[in-house]
């Protein structure tokens, strides 16, 4: 079945589903992939981009291993336009990949959970930056990214959400988001097209 088939059981999501199709793919370099998540946060995607591609030069303009990460000169780093703390984050990623001896075979085979429950051990990783990297390098359907400002920006336009706290926020947005299993993550690939296009300021 179409994953559109079952989100348009929620009726407030039918005019966002009628443009695009989006189709998950597994991206292999996991390690590299959360490494470019932390270098984009806090940044807008353009000078995110510069900055991942200057990472890039430093290795010749591939994607690099763990070990030659671990091996880089934190001044080369921080001299691309990294500030000392994503330096340190950058790095202790590829550490924890090598020693944990962490493979992309492996993280595909694990359950959203338990790979939130891992990643989140190494300094510099949140949650919200594991479920990007479950949505769009592991491949995952059933991901609610209820952390994620355009998620809830869209959210409280398109059903009308009226909150006092954070956590009322979230557990409405939880409450609606349960009707989307087992398609939480094209719902939010949906949410964020509407939000940056379509959706009323």
Known sequence: M????HLKKDTSLIALLKEDSYVLEKRKRTAIRLIASIISQQLSTQVAKIIF??????YG???????????TDPIQLKSIGLSNNKVNYVQNVAKFFLENKITDAQLYKMPPEEVIELLTQIKG????TVEMLLMFSLGHEDVFAVDDLG?????????????ETKKELHTKMLKIAENWTPYKT????????W??????V
Not at 195 to 200: G, L, Q, R
Request: hydrophobic residues 40%; proline residues 4%; positive net charge.
């Open 186 to 193: 094209y719902a939010c690939l949906h949410l964020w097209k």
């Open 53 to 58: 591609t200057r990472f890039l030069d430093l």
């Open 195 to 200: 939000k940056d296009t379509k959706a009323p």
């Open 61 to 71: 303009g591939k994607e690099p291993s763990c070990e030659k990460v671990l091996a």
């Open 125 to 128: 990783v949140g949650k919200w």
């Open 151 to 163: 998620i809830q920006q869209a959210m409280i336009k398109l059903y009308k959400i009226q909150y």
């Open 2 to 5: 179409s994953y559109k088939v």
